[in-house]
């Protein structure tokens, strides 16, 4: 789980990366980072935290030059620390490279031992630095072809962003796992994991980055090639259901249009006889408005998400305790009072998040509370980019649907469709998009059976 | 703009204070503090920022005994330094005193001047340095009594807490301005500015403290008088309107509530031809709906709210200005393209981001904008602890609605009636409120004539 | 432990009250603060620690205006904490005041319950608020006046800096027990504890303001009074011992000179037999070349001082312990292997510092340590500014030399006589000094019998 | 300009790293880390600052194990930020390694390049990233063997600590340049940069590492071997003449007695007519005593440095220019007034510092200033490890004698001659030191001639 965004040809690059960055807050809170340059070096800044903590004017300021890439992370590997953070710089024989990566390789390990074998050293966990490595192993003389080079070795999930001297470089694996979107910004050129950022820099949308499509960007423009035939488009279908921002379009499509469109579905496979639907928010509001439009029951509030969340809280030691979801959420009192309440969650992981919320809507007063999943049973774990636990964690790996409901203490439960979420998205047999995290199908091999 | 917190007689009085302030946050985030007692003596901690930022479990765990009050401020004054930030801690005959103080007072500059006349010092900005000045003046033996000779000084808005060694006491003016609830977290007594603190804590409303009540709170219960008749209810109306956290219950009634009666009344007196009905996130959310259930029309999200605003960022100097509106909301293209809309928000300031977000919207592919106000205009400053501006910055003073509706580029513009505001709160002559912000009349006398 | 700086007429006031504070650190490590006035209003900045760590670049140019005073303060009563750091501001009827005040009071404690039994509020542990309070509460129409009014109800040592927006004002108590002299910088006048901090502005000594003196410093210049006859002079004999920096002149003495005597001195009265004499540095070192000179002994460097030593060290648990003054001082091997060494130390307090010391020297090499105080025992606490311990802690109290000399580990121990004492300062009966520290004849009343 | 500290076998390995660098602090003030081994994994903590200012208890505690190595830093290449901080861990094919250099290398640029060639990223600026490169591409299967053969292909200055997770390794260049000693404190063994680490933590000094030597440290003891054949001694002169500790011990000599001849032959060779003697200090006071002693002229104080320079100060912007020296170091007028006064200092660098001082002891009354250097002109940069500047910015390498003591201002000026160093140190040709900076006679080849 992670965002990039790269500028190239702005005045004011790290600025609008430094803000680029803030709209794709969503996408990682751990550590930001932004690698500029003057057309002659790059210049590099990283520190764990959120992207308005981590930059200050002065920072920015030291970030000279028209083009820059940025990097905001949240750890897919479980260990958290500075050496992780992006982008990574490093010089090699082209020269100063600075990377910046969206996704999760597959082959990390395999490739890792084979570069060690071969001499290589590690300075982070990161599998990323293992791309690295390929392209100053390289023989080829351009960037470009390093590039392509390093990738025909890699397998799995990238959106990755690379800034030399001289150019800026996207590319995006053949199945087009994690979004990355072209922009223009004046007389810069943008790559961005969503259109969002696009939006608050004041850009325009030009294309999403195609699978297996490599751009780069230099003083004579935009260069296209496909140097990785696309087998078959594996689009993450999370993105839509829970991890874009919903103003975001995706894809090609609209995520809050989506996730309204999983609530209609949802409504149409799994009814249910209420007196109002709620959100978990804020996730779960599109899901949840499109599952009221359709069935007909009044939309309204029932959970209050603060606005001011840090990540450390200081726990009571003997009144009260496992307090994380009542400093995130509250219920309001006035609209769940004796009522039947349908509740709209995107997902169900390990089942203890929606135990606490549905104690906390009838602790404030709702009779019933009838708990709708705007997507399928999550069974199987993610290995291209979105940190989902194990197999064992998972609760719909190990437990069927009634025993879910039970231990959730919710008085129905019930899922989407895989069919549904494929209607919701255009493509009812989610041909073009990866389902695994549903289905057990990964697109990929994998170095080990999922677990 | 302030909360307050206070606990007595429970073992966890810092940590629960400390979280009981965080469900208070949104009443002001520029400083925070405790101040703790363990029977002998008051610990006090305070400083600038958020409470989790302020407040490390160190800390906390110096904020040692059973007792303590909390607060967090915004300015009041225009002057913001940690020399105003609360709660104010002294020495006086009477031993060991601090207070914590949510409100204003009108007659602070002539309390000011008569101390300073018989030889007072003050170090802050703040008017509670006035009431402690007073009360160490009284000649009356208990701190009650002292206490009560001070109000009986002072006009203007309060709910205050005051804590010596052994005791806990909370009072509000005879106007009852601002709210102040009691509640019981186990074997201890809680003061709160409102409701949402006691569900955060899992404490139980016991009731409102009355307007013009004191209650004192010591190893013995709790003891109430009411050394303050209370001339009229002057209930804030804005507390209700936008200031108030949706989930609280205040002033006996669930503000949620209020707010979508507020838009319900608004959809009966000012409706509108349009495809959809969007809010201002998070204040304009339960009006919206209300409008929503009564017009008819959809309700939808057309306006996206980042969890990640922090209060400093780094502008870009030339590309892009007055960035304010736009790293706080987002707009839906998908909600909004092609759409006639209603936007819901629950008042109009300066009519700068009211302008903004019109904007934002028409940029979105709205094709109308119908912007209503779920409140009437406001054209008067308040002197009761909101922080409102002059009137020649209200908009509403000196510019006609049709005037307001140009410079905002709305397609249409209408406020909610005074009559329908006082229908919503179920007191239509609004006889209970104080509505001078809507209406110029003041409930007391205030210094100077209002500008 | 205290220092002051105050400057007026200068445009940079606040920057060389910063450097003046830097030179004066040596007074008081614990916190730092500058109040400046712009001729119409005091700015305060203050927070704890080195002068050097709570100023920024970006603090100083908010501290606007012409006329400045600052404070480093080591606390005296043992209780350190932001609300105790100087200046103190205040508004008062009389506009603003700032003070910042190097000494003690012994009648604080009478005085403060004498303010609060009238109503005064303290929001400090500090004795300098009741001088404010009496300031604030004077009839007198000036502040010259307020504050003669003010200090002729108070006792024991004070030098104390006044800034309001118009004035400096500088006292100093009618014992003259701390120093404060006046000095110029281009067109600004200066007052501070010690000439170190004229050198280090480049300006001039203008002279030392005299016992019971008052200097008003405004725009017309520098206005002398003595409100207050000094019936005694009682110098600090413990500035020139060991408290000042050793290049100032104080009390018309340079500092150097007089410790370099009193190790003269000390050489006549305590000879010794042995190979060469060193320092414990930095203090003890003009007292080693004296007693060197005068001995005929050659002095050497057997002890070296850290320049990095932090005030908090994360200690091995263990190992090693109780390792306070390794991290300060190293022994020199090559200097004590074999050598009969005498250590020359400006005072002994409760003899742990010394014994370590000791042990040190002998450890690296020494064979015989004769240990030499420039001083004399130092039997009584002080209550006029010097933060010494209780009787009960003072070795010297309670033990005879040989008891000490043993607990040290030294082969023998030898203190400089009182007589021997004056005679350094050219005062032989030390009459315009106190010594109360080594005589326990306190020049003032004490609220309590010494302990 | 740096230092290193290892440990193995040792319960608090960490907290000793701690302290260690601490007493190395001298040696580099920009950068501070430590890498412990658990026996299984190593962990890193490092970062910009004073070593007392970048650990803090929690982060020592989370530095597990009974093995550490340390470093702190003052960047040779100019270029200082936190990836160019030590020690450096890296995975590769043989697992986990840190490493912690002292020294420069100087066939640096032409191993990179090559690296580069063969496919090498580089994360930092560092020299010793090209000897872990070299490491992890050598096919040897031992750690200890990968070293040597690493080491083989490297010129230049190196003491060299490696940590794996069961070995601690020390290498030191066959000339010797840096120093390294073994020690032992109580179960471990110790290697360090110099003896006065040991000191502070009680161990005891074993023996010198010799030029060319590699000791291995494991669970069964310490293993000896001398890979590389040491050409010629060329341990650094200017270790003993300003830049080691002068508590240490350092190639066999005490450096304090060193200074201290160095004084003595400096009077011999090169006696003045003066009053007194005095230091520049710290650095200067030995060889300041041995010249007093030597020429019978009183040695003095005349300087004092102040405990509390920290690094970044706010300078005044009009009226006084030209700080530094004046925040470090004051004059004593005591001593010099009326004075004739020989000034010892180690060196000159640019000649600006000493210019500053010159003119501060005639401002403070001096008559007369003749400035002694205990040591030749720096005519040379040295490239193993010394931050000395360009030939262009020595002053002696471009001005005669005479027109430096007319730059500085000083009445008469002279250095140590060459062969009066070499007496100094036991070793009058110097054929066991390296003397480039004196001499011009590097000992390795050069990559570039010196400029």
Sequence with gaps: MCGVFGIFGHEEASNLTYLGLHALQHRGQESAGI???????????????????????EVISKLEGKSAIGHVRYSTAGVSKLKNAQPFMVTYAGGQLAVAHNGNLVNSDALRRSLEQSGAIFQSDSDTEAIIHLIARSKRSTLEERVVEALSQVQGAYSLLFLSEKKLIGVRDPF??????????????VLASETTALDLIEGELVREIDP????????????????FAAV??????FEQVYFARSDSTLFGLSVYETRKKLGIQLAKEQPAEADLVIAVPDSGVAAAIGYAQQSGIPYDVG?????YVGRTFIEPQQSIRHFGVKLKLSAVRATLKGKRVVVVDDSIVRG????????????????????????????WPCYYGIDTPSRKELIASSHSIEEIATYVTADSLAY??????GT?????????????????????PLAVAPQ
Excluded: W
């Design 212 to 227: 297996g499509e490599m751009v780069v960007i230099d003083e004579d423009g935009v260069h296209t090639s496909r140097p």
């Design 176 to 189: 087009g796992f994690r979004p990355l979107v072209l922009g223009k910004a004046k007389s810069g050129y």
């Design 424 to 444: 919701a998205v255009n493509d009812p047999s989610a041909a073009t998009f990866c389902t695994a995290c549903f289905s057990g199908q990964y697109l990929t």
């Design 35 to 57: 690698v500029s340059s003057n057309g002659q070096a790059l210049n590099l800044f990283r520190d764990m935290g959120l992207v308005a903590d981590v930059f200050t004017a």
């Design 416 to 421: 989407l469709s895989q069919e549904g979420l």
């Design 352 to 379: 203890t998040t929606s135990r606490k919320i549905v104690k906390m809507l009838k602790a404030a007063g709702a009779i019933e509370v009838h708990l709708r999943i705007s997507s399928p049973p999550i069974t």
């Design 303 to 307: 959970l209050i998400r603060s606005h």
């Design 232 to 237: 078959r488009k594996g689009r993450c279908i």
